[in-house]
């Protein structure tokens, strides 16, 4: 048995182009490309065993030494044929392949070879194969091993602790942090992280002022854990008052003024950081764009020493926010011709959004090629926003095909959601349920988004008995929360139907307060079922609130308009204006070859603008005298050009 596995070694040696020898020298070449495969966090907090030093155990051969290799390189089929042959393993070896199966995500194995009788195991085995149940998210086979535990050290305690505090038991690892001997700055840091994680903000601060002995790390989790609770203001002070700080300390400053938007004090921070990485400018970038200031996020992107994914797709999505579209796929194309980073996930679902939302077919076509040839084509999230881009842009059997294209096997709720919401977009009320029905074929449980696109579908198709069904469904399911906008498609729903006095009585019956969006859609179906006593209790309870939305007043305009009140609609319009309030003009973008032409209400500097504005008005007479538009709007509120 010796003599196969020396025989399997030398073939793995001249895989490296390096003949075995016996030589030390050539064992320290070798070395110097090869670790071992022991997680560094194994040996946390006592000194961990280099490569040279493993090398040159007497008890250390080069079986072992190769063996170790190749589980640090997630090859752990070859590592275990070479462990098996072996004719004596020690420790070290037992633990570099068990810790390889847990790192490849294989806990069956690793506990297989962990339990076997002839097995040799340390607290250092041990800790490994909790980290890996804790990993795995096998919370309770890590407490159970855990507990068996023949002797911890004081990481196998900082493992627990910490596999309780990511997981949300913090009152678990509080408990656990009492019962430890004895305690390094690993423990404190581990469960004030861990408290500032869940918003226990106090209880953080309590257990850092009584900690013997404090690291940068533990000022900065406390920085960051002052900043994200909002208390910004003391978090400066516990900034200031560091001994030291690195540039993750700065980073957690800066990031606090941003999401806090005190963008100023934030750039002043950022101005005078002595240096700077890739977090500290994308943060920056962030936060401008959050604060509504595009065009400083810009200069400073340009000004970027070197940009990564992160800092080409938050710029992507930014202009996506604030509906710059056009800018979005400049910056997309500036970032393909850069050629530094590849997109990722994020990147392109950013980019199809922007396609979507100005119905860039031909663009949307160009970025669905670029992600079949990436790694990213059979990823659900970016699949879903490829079927909703087709969608948006009218191309429903692109949408389906792309949608019918994945296994059965991949397809998960994201996915089917997604083509749900494509034919509730579309109006096909009665093929967004069969595709629902089909759905709870394969065994996927609906979720809230999965509810809404069926109100939404069955809204837009009538289907106002089918709808009140699924949200009796929703209701009745306690593991889901019925949000906001389920309410608004219920009210819509039923206002397309005519039922505005059900609508009325419902949400008044509510114990929530309803919000604009619900107000809306209530206002939206008086409009068109013409209910101006509904319309007008509703504004009542609308401006109660001291709403300021101008759609409100022109809704309200409008329906006493259609019912022949012309002075209360011009009542409604001098509100409006003594209130300083704009409706949003409207936008359309329309694609004629390799250019987009824009359309802005009242905006007549489109070249072509005359012989447009007669085709608009033969349209717009032709539709008058077919009897087909729901209201007597203004010709201006009813076409953006």
């Not at 399997?8 to 064992?27: E, I, M, N, W």
């Not at 909703?388 to 397809?411: D, T, W």
């Not at 889901?480 to 729903?493: A, F, G, K, M, P």
């Amino acid at each position: 048995m010796q003599s196969r596995a020396w025989s399997r070694l030398k073939s793995y040696f001249r895989r490296a182009t390096l003949p075995v020898s016996d030589h030390v020298v050539r064992s320290n070449q070798l070395s110097k490309n090869l670790t071992r495969s022991i997680s560094s966090s194994s040996y946390h907090g006592s000194p961990k065993p280099t490569t040279e030093e493993y090398l040159h155990k007497p008890n250390v051969t080069r079986p072992k030494w190769l063996i170790s290799n190749l589980c640090k390189e997630g090859r752990i089929t070859e590592a275990r044929k070479l462990f098996d042959e072996l004719p004596e393993r020690d420790v070290i070896t037992w633990t570099d392949v068990i810790n390889g199966y847990i790192k490849s995500g294989n806990m069956r194995e690793a506990r297989e070879l962990f339990d076997r009788v002839d097995s040799k195991k340390n607290v250092v085995t041990w800790t490994a194969m909790v980290r890996g149940y804790l990993q795995s998210k096998l919370f309770s086979a890590a407490e159970m091993l855990f507990k068996a535990m023949p002797e911890r050290n004081i990481v196998s305690w900082n493992t627990m602790i910490d596999g309780y505090a990511q997981s949300g038991r913090i009152d678990k690892a509080l408990e656990l942090f009492d019962e430890m001997p004895e305690r390094n700055v690993v423990s404190w840091n581990t469960m004030i992280k861990g408290l500032v994680m869940r918003g226990r903000i106090e209880e953080a601060m309590s257990l850092f002022e009584g900690m013997p002995i404090r690291d940068v790390k533990s000022w900065t989790a406390i920085v960051d854990g002052l900043a994200k609770n909002g208390k910004v203001d003391e978090a400066r002070r516990v900034f200031d008052c560091m001994p030291e700080r690195n540039i993750v300390s700065w980073n957690a400053m800066i990031t606090g003024y941003a999401h806090n938007n005190r963008i100023d004090e934030a750039d002043q921070l950022f101005q005078v950081m002595p240096e700077r990485d890739f977090a500290s400018w994308n943060t920056m970038i962030t936060g401008f764009i959050r604060n509504g200031e595009i065009n400083k996020a810009c200069v400073l992107f340009e000004r970027m020493p070197e940009k990564n994914v992160i800092s080409w797709t938050t710029m992507i999505t930014g202009y996506v926010q604030v509906k710059e579209n056009e800018d979005a796929l400049k910056v997309f194309s500036n970032m393909l011709r850069d050629g530094c980073v590849k997109p990722n996930v994020g990147t392109y679902v950013s980019v199809l959004s922007a396609c979507s939302d100005m119905a860039g077919i031909v663009e949307g076509q160009q970025i669905h090629q670029l992600v079949s040839k990436s790694v990213h084509q059979k990823n659900e999230i970016v699949t879903s926003a490829l079927i909703n881009m087709y969608s948006k842009c009218g191309e429903l059997v692109a949408a389906r095909k792309i949608f019918n294209s994945g296994m059965v096997s991949q397809r998960d709720l994201i996915s089917w959601n997604s083509m749900i919401a494509v034919y509730a977009h579309h109006g096909r009320g009665k093929e967004a349920i069969e595709m629902y029905d089909q759905m709870r074929k394969h065994g996927f449980k609906p979720s809230e988004v999965t509810y809404l696109n069926l109100l939404s579908a069955c809204s837009h198709a009538g289907l106002v008995e089918k709808g009140m069904e699924f949200f009796e469904d929703l209701v009745r399911d306690k593991s889901l929360s019925v949000r906001e906008d389920h309410y608004t498609c219920l009210v819509d729903l039923c206002g397309r139907a005519g039922r505005l006095k059900d609508v009325f009585k419902f949400i008044n019956s509510v114990e929530a307060k309803p919000s604009g969006s619900v107000y809306g859609a209530v206002l939206s179906a008086c409009n068109v079922h013409g209910e101006l006593s509904i319309a007008t209790e509703v504004v009542k309870k609308v401006l109660e609130t001291g709403s300021d939305d101008a759609g409100t007043y022109v809704m309200m305009s409008n329906i006493y308009k259609r019912s022949g009140r012309r002075e209360e609609a011009a009542e409604m319009r001098m509100k409006m204006k003594e209130r300083g309030l704009k409706k949003p003009p409207g936008c359309s973008w329309i694609p004629v070859g390799f250019q987009m032409h824009a359309f802005v209400v009242g905006d007549l500097s489109h070249p072509q603008f005359d012989a447009l504005d007669c085709v608009v008005t033969d349209l717009s007479n032709k539709m008058r005298k077919n009897q087909n538009m729901t209201s007597d709007v203004e010709e201006d509120e009813f076409l953006a050009i």
